[in-house]
C-alpha cells in the first residue's frame, strides 16, 4: 500500500526578527568641527552629518539547520508479521489514559518559563518518527484484515508540552476504513510514547495528517 504524505499547519512557530547591528564609532577625522561629531555622525566640512556606514540594518536570514529525517515511508499499512505469531483474537490498545485533545480546556501557564518553540525541521523530523510507529499500528491492522487495508485520512492534533517533551493530549480522526481492529487508540499510544525534544516555552499544537492510498 502507498500513501500520499501530507503536511498540516504547525501552530506555535515563530519568525525571526529584524534587527540593526551597530559597526561602533566612527574613526574620521575630526575636520573641521572640533571633534563634535557624535556616534554615527561624522564631519563634513563644518557640519555633523549622518554617516550610514555605521549603520548595517539587515534582515536576519533565517538558516536552519539540517535535522537528520529518517526517509519517507512508501509502504503503509503491509501485514509484515507472521500471522501465526499475533493472538488468535484481536486485543485493541488500551489508550483511556491519555486525554483528547480540547481546545476549550483549561491550562495552567507557567510564567517561568520562555518563548521558545520547536521549529519546523525539528518537529518534522519528529513527526516522521511517529509515522513509523503509527505504520506499525496499520501493519498490525492489515494483517487482522485479510492483509491490507483500504485507504483513508488519518488527522492528527497534539498537544505538546515544552518541559517534558510529551504530548499531554491527542486527538485522531481517521477514515471509516481506517477505524478497524484498534487503529485508532493504537495511534494515539503511539503519539504519546514518543519523546520530543523538550524546549523552554509554551505549549505547541501540532496538526498533523496523513492521506493513505488503498488498494484496488
Avoid at 138 to 165: E, F, H, M, P, Q
Amino acid at each position: 500500500m502507498r500513501t500520499t504524505l501530507i503536511l498540516a499547519g504547525l501552530v506555535g512557530l515563530s519568525t525571526a526578527p529584524v534587527a540593526c547591528k551597530k559597526n561602533g564609532d566612527s574613526q574620521a577625522p575630526a575636520g573641521e568641527c572640533g571633534g563634535m561629531c557624535g556616534r554615527g555622525t561624522r564631519c563634513d566640512g563644518k557640519a555633523c552629518v549622518v554617516d550610514y556606514s555605521q549603520d548595517i540594518c539587515t534582515s536576519q536570514a533565517v538558516v536552519e539547520e539540517e535535522v537528520p529525517m529518517r526517509p519517507p515511508i512508501t509502504s503503509w499499512g503491509e501485514c509484515t508479521l507472521d500471522r501465526n505469531q499475533l493472538p488468535k483474537k484481536f486485543v485493541p490498545v488500551d489508550d483511556k489514559s491519555i486525554p483528547q485533545y480540547d481546545p476549550n480546556r483549561t491550562r495552567t501557564l507557567d510564567w517561568s518559563a520562555g518563548d521558545e518553540q520547536l521549529n519546523e525541521p525539528v518537529l518534522n523530523a519528529n513527526m516522521r518518527e511517529v509515522e513509523y510507529a503509527i505504520n506499525e499500528c496499520l501493519a498490525v491492522a492489515a494483517c487482522y484484515n485479510g492483509g491490507s487495508l483500504k485507504g483513508g485520512r488519518i488527522d492528527l492534533i497534539i498537544s505538546l508540552v515544552g518541559k517534558t517533551g510529551k504530548a499531554d493530549a491527542v486527538s485522531v480522526t481517521a477514515g471509516p476504513d481506517l477505524q478497524v481492529f484498534g487503529i485508532v487508540p493504537c495511534v494515539r499510544k503511539a503519539i504519546a510514547n514518543h519523546q520530543f525534544p523538550t524546549y523552554n516555552g509554551p505549549p505547541m499544537t501540532v496538526k498533523y495528517n496523513i492521506e493513505i492510498g488503498g488498494t484496488e
